[in-house]
């Protein structure tokens, strides 16, 4: 217990490599006031000889599974059939009907994980590389993505506050560069429809401040008609929809990164008020916040702290993280679907 003298990021990387040859790994803390320095017996390790082949395999599997899916939505309704007929020669030709909508969730979802990936490596911090999590296209009832998502994994401890900020806002920030062009290319190639079509209809999808702001300033609709929503523009919509949801500052989501970066142990606070917010959107918004209440839930409410938690965040990331909450309201969709 004490009081730092130096700049406190360099005193931790002088008793980390001080620690270090005694076998213990130091954490920063401050407690009622003071500066402290915990002793944790053991060294931390990275472990950086795993095979990427499983990587690889799933990544693959979602190729798929987001072609047939994209398949599906672009009408080769068939698909699902020669799928389980095993006719993948006839299947070829349909799968590349699926492919606009695969390469663009894809790219979405990858370039968002490497931006976590790249981040992490910079900081010297070690993470795995992306896992793809494949989903069958099809249920008997509804169309499916094709995937759940990506993600990676730190094999190492965060070092700071900084560091924990950088790697989780890094992600968002590097999906949106591919997510925001996508969805302005499918705007425009969608075509105008009567306003009551069936199908993916612009009317169908809920709007964000920032997907409804682009539609309003690219598009003229005429009056009584709706957009016949290309896979493209989906796609893009669900990925920014994702990105939304993942700002959230909820434990192990970006935005808990985010938020605990920004706030230390008061983002645990944070956390509970918004996750019981999510719970009266479920009541009075949308059915569908319920699923994601759960789903955040099984992460965690709590953020695990970094090595250091006392630096905290210098000028350019405390606009940045003004930036972020900006960000994540525009990305909001109260009702995602059934408008």
Not at 204 to 215: K, P, R, V, Y
Not at 231 to 240: E, K, T
Not at 274 to 294: D, K, P, R
């Amino acid at each position: 217990f004490g009081r730092f003298l130096q700049d406190i990021q360099e005193v931790f990387e002088l008793v980390q490599h001080r620690f270090a040859q005694h076998g213990y790994t130091p954490l920063l803390r401050k407690e009622k006031g003071e500066d402290v320095i915990v002793a944790l017996p053991g060294l931390a390790e990275e472990d950086r000889n795993r095979s990427p082949l499983i990587n690889v395999f799933l990544f693959l599997a979602t190729v798929f599974t987001t072609l047939a899916a994209g398949a599906i939505l672009a009408g080769a309704g068939n698909a699902i059939s020669l799928i389980l007929a095993g006719d993948f020669f006839s299947l070829l030709p349909l799968l590349w009907q699926g492919a606009p909508f695969a390469l663009a969730l894809i790219s979405i979802l990858l370039v968002h994980e490497l931006g976590h990936f790249f981040a992490a490596r910079a900081h010297g911090v070690a993470a795995s590389l992306p896992y793809f999590i494949p989903l069958p296209p099809k249920t008997p009832s509804v169309v499916g993505l094709g995937t759940l998502g990506a993600f990676i994994t730190i094999r190492s401890p965060m070092k700071n506050r900084q560091v924990l900020f950088d790697i989780g806002l890094a992600g968002p920030l590097a999906g949106l560069l591919v997510a925001i062009p996508l969805l302005i290319a499918g705007l425009f190639l969608s075509e105008p429809v009567p306003y009551f079509s069936s199908g993916f209809t612009l009317r169908f999808l809920g709007d964000s401040l920032l997907t409804q702001g682009l539609a309003n300033a690219l598009i003229d609709i005429p009056a009584g008609q709706t957009l016949a929503l290309h896979p493209v523009y989906f796609a893009a919509w669900f990925g920014l929809l994702i990105t939304g949801i993942n700002l959230l500052p909820i434990g192990q989501l970006d935005g808990g990164h985010v938020s605990y970066g920004l706030l230390g142990r008061h983002a645990h606070r944070v956390a509970q008020v918004a996750f019981l917010l999510l719970l009266l959107a479920g009541l009075f918004v949308n059915t569908s916040w319920f699923f994601w209440a759960f789903f955040v839930l099984l992460g965690g409410l709590r953020h695990a702290p970094p090595m250091n938690d006392i630096t905290s965040l210098d000028r350019p990331r405390l606009l940045l993280a003004g930036f972020t909450i900006i960000l994540f309201f525009l990305l909001l969709v109260p009702q995602p679907f059934g408008n």
